[in-house]
């Protein structure tokens, strides 16, 4: 029996970490038996965040998308840097100089993956707000630094600033769904998460997590920041943001995983409804929420319309802040999802819609909406 107070989950990482999957599948996990292995994991890993005196609540806004903060990948020509052995460190260097000392991101990092350089000019020449040129040799040298969790004056105050970077291409805004976003997105790694002037990040897995180490070539402590670490196996599966991207299926190990972290017992979620209570739909959606439904262009829809506009949404985002409540009285599964809704000349709805999770049922019960 695990303790009713155990906090929820803000993201778990299979997408880019198949550990959890192969372990799944090696030793033949039952559901039960991996919700009980990832919760444990979990625990261990507020075990090692205490004892670091990093507070896990504080780090949701670096770990969960935002719906009133904006994201945007940051492009450097690594051509263009002085540093020709390891470019990326120079950029990093002048985005950390270009952050705010007290705010706390995701910070993810890579080389564009076009190998036939077909797709990275015209997707970013009609996406990316230009502040010199796009003419790099080829998208394996564009360098990108990806930051969530931005204010919308923090993304002009960093753009402003990274100018006088001669390296410096521009930046794709990113915080809501499109191919350019899917793109520059796929296939970075995760650096660090920021948070005010100390950043986290993974070190080997057989070093112990006492102490702090820096694998990466950047400098934290000349740029003024200081280090903690913890074991890689803890930091990718837990502390590892993942960018929206389009092309989700229907099921995946992330997926897999992720309902398997919050539940003993899955069922696959393709079978599942979304359920609108009659007084949550008629004394709190027509309500308190009228305005965020008009936003979304929602607020003409039958109570079975938005059950349904809720569900064709659904595998268009990833799960994240997944909690298991265990009461005396009662027992929970619940999950929350971003939805974004297309609104005519504005920029799209982003919504956070909580959804408790009943497999023996196949019922996604709608909690808030917000």
């Known amino acids: 029996m695990f303790s009713p107070d155990m906090a929820g989950i803000h993201t778990l990482n299979s997408r880019g970490n198949v550990m959890l999957s192969t372990l799944r599948e090696h030793f033949a996990w039952t559901d039960a038996q991996t ?34 903060k904006h994201e945007a990948a940051f492009l450097f020509d690594e051509h263009r840097c002085d540093n020709t052995f390891v470019p990326g460190v120079e950029c990093a260097d002048a985005l950390f100089r270009a952050l705010d000392p007290k705010t706390t991101h995701s910070i993810l990092g890579g080389e564009l993956v076009d190998d036939r350089d077909v797709i990275a000019r015209p997707l970013l020449a009609r996406s990316a707000v230009v502040a010199k040129d796009l003419d790099f040799k080829h998208p ?8 969530n ?73 000349a740029l003024g920041l200081r280090l903690k670490s913890l074991q890689s196996m803890y930091f990718s599966t837990f502390l590892s943001y993942k960018p929206e991207q389009m092309f989700l299926q229907e099921s995946d190990d992330d ?58 949404k659904l595998r268009m985002s990833y799960l994240y802040n997944m909690e298991w ?30 959804l408790e999770y009943r497999p023996a049922e196949r019922i996604l019960k709608l909690i808030t909406v917000s």
């Open 35 to 68: 919700f009980r292995e990832v919760q444990h994991f979990h625990r261990d890993l507020l075990d090692i965040l205490r004892a670091k005196r990093i507070d896990y609540a504080s780090l949701r806004t670096a770990l969960t998308p935002q719906p009133t």
């Open 140 to 147: 394996c040298f564009c360098y990108v630094l990806y930051v």
């Open 149 to 221: 969790n931005l204010s919308a004056g923090s993304v002009a105050a960093i753009d402003g600033k990274l100018r006088a970077n001669k390296a410096y291409l521009g930046y794709v805004p990113c915080t809501y769904a499109s191919l350019a976003k899917t793109f520059v997105s796929m296939h970075l790694v995760h650096l660090t998460i920021k948070q005010g002037g100390t950043v986290i990040l993974g070190h080997e897995d057989d070093r112990p997590n006492t102490e702090n180490h820096n694998l990466h070539l950047h400098d934290y402590t």
């Open 255 to 312: 997926l897999e995983i992720a309902l398997r972290s919050m539940s003993e017992e899955v069922a696959p979620l393709a079978e599942f409804t979304v359920v609108i209570g009659d007084d949550k739909f008629d004394k709190y959606l027509k309500t308190a929420k009228l305005g965020k439904l008009r936003r979304a262009g929602l607020d003409g829809l039958t109570k079975a319309d938005l059950e349904a506009a809720i569900r064709e």
């Open 325 to 354: 409540v265990d009461e005396d009285t009662y027992r929970l599964s619940k999950f929350n999802i971003m939805l974004e809704f297309p609104r005519q000349g504005g920029s799209p709805e982003r919504t956070v819609v909580v």
